[in-house]
């Protein structure tokens, strides 16, 4: 694609509503994305994230007035809205039985008993009633959507709203409850998949093919995710009809990124390219890189995992126990299927050699 057609896609619509010269999103990954990253994408030409979704009203508002303190340019604020979870204390109990010969090899005890470690953004009205006053540039929403008034109010204050979809479905009831851009998430992408209901049959559409699916059943912008790390992925997302590619693993060996040096370790080593969807961390279906605590879900039944978020404090407690021993292997280490085209740049030199690749 020529740099005059390059130019001309960056200027859809969607960017120049948000004032955008690069047509890149920054993935808010929760954990790992922080104020400085956001800025540095954004103050790029693109639109940097931020993940809030495991925090509360407090720890998000800080967020956003560190990100305002690094850029005046547009970024994203993103929250959870699964459902909350429906605890179950046999499973919960069998699950932390299960993990008990892992604690011991690190000298410790699993917890007495699991809690559910944040809460949905759909239920937290705290945070719903910050955020709309806090009023940032744009709100994404993750796992669903959050209730109606919350929509309309964060729409009043003139905030641009997006939300991830899996599938075409997803996609419509995201759009009939006013989201003005749709994140395309397709089965490529790290993380946390955005599905609404993580229980019912997952299409497992890839990229590419639900950016077009989308794109021509919507009439609201459309931004691809999954798998997208360098111009040649930016460019086919546009050439589909695209607004504009969002991008996290590129991100995560920034140095402005919240990755630890075992993350960045295993991000450059050959597990990159055997990514895996697994429930085993959290209780939701999530991309990550092959370790040790992706190993223990390798043949068991979704049945087995307590439900989100209640499996993550277990994990993130097993996780804690194996660093004291000097153990890495059991952390929550989130790549999409490209994570071997991840380059260990400054955010900025990043954003730099994607423009070069768009010719812009």
């Known amino acids: ?168 479905a997803e996609a419509k009831a995201a759009v009939a409850a006013g989201i003005d851009a749709i994140v395309a998430q397709g089965w490529e992408a790290g993380g946390h998949r955005g599905i609404f209901d993580p229980d019912r049959a997952d299409e497992r559409l890839g990229t590419l093919a639900l950016t077009r699916l989308l794109v021509r059943a919507l009439d609201v912008p459309v931004i691809a995710a999954g798998g997208i790390m360098d111009g040649a992925g930016i460019r086919a997302a546009l050439s589909l009809g695209a607004a504009a590619a969002q991008l996290g693993t590129a991100f995560i060996a920034c140095p402005e990124s919240a990755a630890d040096a075992a993350y960045r370790a295993a991000l450059a080593s050959p597990a990159a390219a055997r990514t895996v969807m697994t429930r085993t961390i959290s209780g939701r279906p999530a991309r990550a890189l092959p370790n040790r605590l992706t190993m223990l879900g390798r043949f068991l039944s979704p049945a087995a995992v307590p439900a989100y978020p209640v499996a993550y404090d277990a994990a993130k407690a097993l996780n804690a126990a194996a660093r004291a021993k000097g153990e890495p292997g059991y952390g929550a280490q989130w790549a999409g299927q490209g994570a071997p085209l991840a380059r260990a740049l400054p955010a900025a030199t990043l954003m730099a050699t994607l423009k070069a690749d768009l010719g812009l």
Request: glycine share 8%; charged share 10%; hydrophobic share 55%.
């Open 1 to 168: 694609m020529s740099a005059v057609a390059m130019s001309a896609e960056a200027s859809h619509p969607l960017l120049q509503r948000l004032g955008l010269t690069v047509p890149v999103f920054q993935a808010p990954m929760a954990g790992v994305a922080t104020p400085a990253l956001a800025a540095a994408v954004s103050n790029a030409g693109g639109l940097g994230g931020l993940g809030l979704g495991a925090g509360d009203a407090q720890a998000g508002l800080a967020a956003i007035a560190a990100a305002r303190a690094l850029t005046g340019r547009p970024f994203n604020v993103n929250v959870f809205c699964h459902r909350p979870a429906v605890r179950d204390a046999g499973r919960e109990a069998a699950w932390l039985a299960r993990l008990a010969p892992r604690f011991a090899r690190f000298d410790a005890a699993p917890p007495a008993a699991l809690s559910e470690i944040y809460q949905s953004f759909v239920t937290d009205r705290a945070f719903q009633a910050a955020l709309i006053a806090a009023a940032p540039p744009v709100v994404s929403f993750h796992f669903g959507l959050p209730p109606q008034e919350v929509i309309a109010g964060l729409q009043a204050a003139g905030v641009v709203l997006l939300a991830s979809a899996t599938c075409l």
